[in-house]
């Protein structure tokens, strides 16, 4: 498996923090926090959750949210 080298965290940590200042992006992926799959599957949920209360917090076009009133749903690994 790969190894982050050092700092990774902290770079990770100041990542995060450039593109919170972009309402809407969001970085996923085996870069940042897990190489392992168990790891991407799980920030994958926490990211997934992130957009949808992205998109929870906007108006539709149509005026009503309530298609997208769900939490994403969890798989059993
Ligand atoms: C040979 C090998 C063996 C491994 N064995 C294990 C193991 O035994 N256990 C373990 O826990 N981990 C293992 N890993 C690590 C683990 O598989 C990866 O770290 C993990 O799958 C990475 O997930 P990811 O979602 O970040 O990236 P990926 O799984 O690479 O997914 C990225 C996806 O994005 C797609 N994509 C890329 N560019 C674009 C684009 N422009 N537009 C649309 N789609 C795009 C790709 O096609 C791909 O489907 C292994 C990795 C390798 C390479």
Redo the contacts with the bound molecule.
């Keep these: 498996?790969p190894q982050y080298r050092l700092g990774h965290l902290e770079r990770v940590a100041e990542i995060e923090e450039r593109v919170s200042q972009h309402p809407g992006m969001f970085l996923i992926?085996?870069a940042y926090r897990g190489?392992?799959?168990?790891d991407?599957i799980h920030e994958g949920e926490l990211v997934a959750d992130r957009v949808m209360e992205y998109l929870n917090s906007r108006p539709s076009e149509s005026g009503t949210r309530e298609h997208l009133d769900q939490k994403t749903p969890r798989n059993k690994y």
Excluded at 35 to 38: D, L
């Design positions: 498996m992926g085996c190489v392992g799959i168990s991407c």
